[in-house]
């Protein structure tokens, strides 16, 4: 008969490898008329069980999906190993190899000669160890610590750590791991099924140093995400893709460092939920891929004003979402400190047949932009970007109650909506028209206005007799 012998004591929650197939175990125990200890695993890959978690009337435990779990014998699966363990192997450092290369050295007592094998190798192993800076120990069925301090003593050095796709089934394992690395400052623990504190946590010091944290498809929740924070003092950069988060809270007095933020392909729909995170003084990139949002709109602005939401923002990515109307694309013009969009694959680029005219439109309509789709915006495209705008939708504008005379210039308000920037880059148009005409009369008058260095500049004495309304037609032209 099978006994627990070789099931772990904290077996239960604990993440395992069976072949290559990776699995969580949610019952340990005996499953009649059979004979022995199973565990009752639920499968990362649903295709790989066979029920949920009911074996002949009797439910042992519970799956997401009906088909998500099965038993297997205790023998069949791996629970993992600990960090340096994992280390050692995957920088060719472990035991077996000190002894295989190592060197001799024999010592004499008395008539007895003692041979110490390795020693060499294991002082080499230990320099090697300590030099280690980067570390990859991705797939490598890290569960566990290992003994208490002794990754401090092996590996003082360690600053960067990928912990991707592993056996880590709590935070605590992480926590365990990163105290004992003093100057820890890029931890990627991704694809590593955890638990996740429930409730707020007491402050440490152990990621007081960490700027770079992903937390890809580790099922952590945004709430959990906001438990944890208060620990990551200084944190810039933050992963969080794949996680099912679709609600957000608004993070006070933690995040507040951060500048790089990633929420693709977590389904938060509600493009309102953006607001609760709009405030992060620091917030430089946001990145939200497929996350089914259908519209951005910043209430607390109007038609060319600017949004106090995201005040330090520059890129952000909105590739593959569901924003249908081209109102979203104006509301991006309301952001103080943009500079580069990606925004692929949403519906409403299926408005505009000619690629060309699409991006003219989407350069026109935010006007302090520099880089679109990863192409970077150069002056003489802008200025043909506008200038086409102005001519495609000046009919619309006239027909709409725009006027050349500034006191019978009333467009409506579906027009100003549809076009917020439309008045300013006709002003814009005027300014650059006027100072145009002004300096070419005055060189007529003064061959010498403009001229640098002995120079003399007249073009600020100049004084414009004719009314202001009467130049602007002269927009029309540029």
């Known amino acids: 008969m099978m006994t627990t012998a070789c099931v772990p004591a904290d077996a239960l929650g604990r993440r ?8 969580t175990v949610r019952y340990v125990g005996s499953v009649p008329p059979t004979a022995g200890i199973w565990l009752g695993v639920e499968w990362d890959d649903p295709q790989r069980g066979k029920h949920d978690g009911t074996y002949e009337g009797t439910q042992y435990f519970k799956c997401r999906h009906p088909r998500g779990g099965s038993f297997i014998r205790p023998n069949k699966a791996n629970f993992g190993v600990d960090f340096l363990a994992a280390v050692k192997d995957r920088y060719g450092l472990n035991d077996e190899q000190d002894v295989q290369h190592g060197t001799e050295n ?153 500048k790089l933020l990633d929420l693709s392909d977590n389904q938060l729909l509600d493009g309102n939920q953006l607001h609760l995170i709009a405030h992060l003084p620091r917030l430089e990139q946001l990145i939200l891929r497929n996350t089914g949002i259908s519209s951005i709109h910043f209430p607390d602005a109007g038609f060319g004003c600017k949004t106090k939401m995201f005040p330090s923002l520059k890129r952000l990515a909105i590739n593959d979402n569901k924003i249908s109307q081209w109102s979203s694309i104006n509301e991006l013009d309301k952001l103080p400190s943009l500079q580069s969009l990606q925004c692929h694959n949403n519906p409403f680029m299926d408005t505009e047949k000619n690629p060309e005219t699409l991006r003219q439109l989407i350069i026109a309509k935010i006007g302090q932009l520099k880089v679109l789709n990863k192409s970077e915006i150069l002056p003489a495209e802008r200025k043909g970007a506008e200038l086409d705008y102005r001519k495609i939708f000046g009919s619309d504008w006239l027909a709409a109650g725009g006027n050349w005379n500034p006191e019978k210039n009333k467009p409506s308000e579906e027009f100003l909506a549809a076009h917020p920037r439309y008045l300013s880059l006709c002003l814009i148009a005027f300014l650059l028209d006027a100072f145009s005409m002004c300096f070419y009369y005055l060189r007529k008058a003064h061959p010498l206005a403009g001229l640098g260095a002995k120079g003399f500049c007249l073009v600020g004495q100049l004084h414009c007799t004719a009314p202001f309304w009467a130049l602007l037609p002269l927009g029309r032209h540029l």
Not at 16 to 23: D, M, S, V, Y
């Open 106 to 258: 024999t010592l004499v007592f008395g008539k007895k000669t003692v041979e110490f094998v390795g020693m060499d190798s294991i002082a080499e192993q230990q320099s090697q160890l300590n030099q280690l800076v980067d570390i990859s120990v991705c797939e490598c069925a890290v569960s566990h610590a290992g003994q208490k301090e002794e990754i401090s003593r092996t590996c003082a050095n360690i600053r960067h750590i990928n912990l991707s796709r592993n056996l880590i089934s709590s935070w605590e394992t992480v926590t365990a791991i990163a105290s004992q690395i003093q100057n820890l400052e890029t931890l990627n623990i991704s694809e590593n099924k955890m638990k996740f504190p429930s409730t707020s946590t007491s402050v440490s010091s152990v990621f007081s140093k960490l700027r770079i944290l992903a937390l890809n498809q580790t099922e952590i929740m945004w709430t959990e995400v906001l438990f944890c924070a208060p620990g990551w003092p200084a944190l810039e950069e933050l992963y969080l893709t794949s996680n099912n988060i679709t609600v957000l809270e608004r993070p006070d007095n933690v995040l507040q460092t951060l």
């Open 16 to 23: 395992i490898l069976c072949g290559t197939e990776r699995a």
